[in-house]
């Protein structure tokens, strides 16, 4: 069973930084995106970041670039998500998700999603 595990939320004052993880099991993700997606209060869930599994290609929301680098661990399973330059509008519920090729859409449809972690900065 697919597992995808997030932590490293909390509360920060504006400009600081913040690092999320998300530790996945239960297969096989070589050739999967793992992203990362967020939900503020009284907002539609928005994409943050992802990156592909195998080559590490990475794509980032423009509203984060140059913000966030989203990296990962191959040999723990694990994505990295450190946001820097905190602003009081990146506070959401921040959710880690797995996803496999649409080969009809060329897109990654995302499958698996962990539990979510929060995210507060204050101003």
């Known amino acids: 069973q697919v597992q995808l595990v997030e932590s490293g939320g909390g509360l920060v004052q504006a400009g600081d930084s913040l690092r999320l993880s998300c530790a996945a099991s239960g297969r096989t993700f070589g050739s999967y995106a793992m992203g990362w997606f967020r939900q503020a209060p009284g907002k539609e869930r928005e994409f943050v970041s992802s990156i592909t599994w195998s080559g590490g290609n990475t794509y980032y929301a423009d509203s984060v670039k140059g913000r966030f680098t989203i990296s990962r661990d191959s040999a723990k399973n694990t994505v990295y998500l450190l946001m820097s330059s905190l602003q009081p509008e990146d506070t959401a519920v921040y959710y880690c998700?797995?996803?496999?090729?649409?080969?009809?859409?060329?897109?990654?449809?995302?499958?698996?999603w962990g539990q979510g972690t929060q995210v507060t900065v204050s101003s």
């Open positions: 998700a797995a996803g496999a090729m649409n080969e009809l859409s060329g897109e990654y449809e995302y499958d698996y």
